[in-house]
């Protein structure tokens, strides 16, 4: 079945670093993947749609100069971090559809945890 | 805005309870509506259900979705402890352009399975 990879699984860092958080399609294209991201017991909130070749859309009240997407091929997509302060400390997990598949479901890596001290 | 929203928020049963779970949704152009269930990690696909009135099953897990109340159900039998987790509510439109496969998520039901 459809893997998505996500790379690393967790991460610590100091405040005011930045960090790239990787999400790769191992077995499909995906034309389209998804930011989201998720405090402790809660639900998947939404960041960004990541879409090959173009810029990202965000979602409303979610800064594009801090959290920068790029999504170079198409398996390939990349959160940065950037300047990061421990606000930003969350669990970000990326999703992908296979682009020939619009009806299957998404598929989700397996998260980052992102500790900012 | 879309909207989707879930319920109970948490629950704690015994193993070998039945619990329901509801998802309703307001949503602009549906098109389907998934379940998914989260322990430690990403969220691991369970239904997707696109048409009304017909229950989907595997193993103590189905779901049937209700086009004409706008909601669906998820209910587990005989429950285990492993099915304690956080389980989640996904709908998605039909938005076309490059944002499609884009889902709105419920705020999860935290189930609690006590031994």
């Known amino acids: 079945g459809a893997v998505v990879s996500q790379h690393p699984s967790r991460v610590i860092c100091k405040s005011g670093t930045s960090v790239k958080i990787e999400c790769r399609s191992l077995d499909f294209q995906a034309t389209t993947m998804f930011w989201y991201r998720q405090f402790p017991k809660q639900s998947l909130m939404l960041m960004a749609t990541?879409?090959?070749?173009?810029?990202?859309?965000?979602e409303q009240g979610v800064e594009k100069d801090k959290f920068l997407i790029n999504h170079a091929s198409l398996t390939l997509s990349t959160l940065t971090v950037t300047s990061a302060h421990p606000e930003d400390s969350s669990f970000y997990i990326c999703s992908a559809r296979a682009a020939s598949s619009y009806n299957s479901p998404l598929h989700f890596g397996n998260g980052t945890r992102l500790t900012v001290t | 805005e879309d909207k989707v929203v879930q319920s109970p928020l948490s629950l704690v049963v015994h193993e070998g309870d039945t619990v329901t779970l509801n998802c309703s949704y307001e949503?602009?152009?549906?098109?389907?509506l998934l379940w998914y269930k989260q322990e430690k990690k990403a969220p691991t696909f369970l239904f997707m259900l696109t048409s009304s009135g017909i229950e989907k099953k595997s193993g103590r897990l189905s779901s049937i979705l209700d086009k004409k109340e706008l909601s669906s159900i998820l209910n587990i039998t005989a429950t285990q402890t492993g099915d304690s987790a956080i389980y989640l509510c996904a709908v998605g439109a039909n938005a076309g352009g490059t944002s499609y496969g884009k889902l709105t998520f419920g705020q999860g039901t935290i189930l609690t399975v006590h031994p």
């Open positions: 990541s879409n090959e070749g173009s810029k990202a859309t965000y």
């Open positions: 949503v602009t152009n549906f098109r389907s």
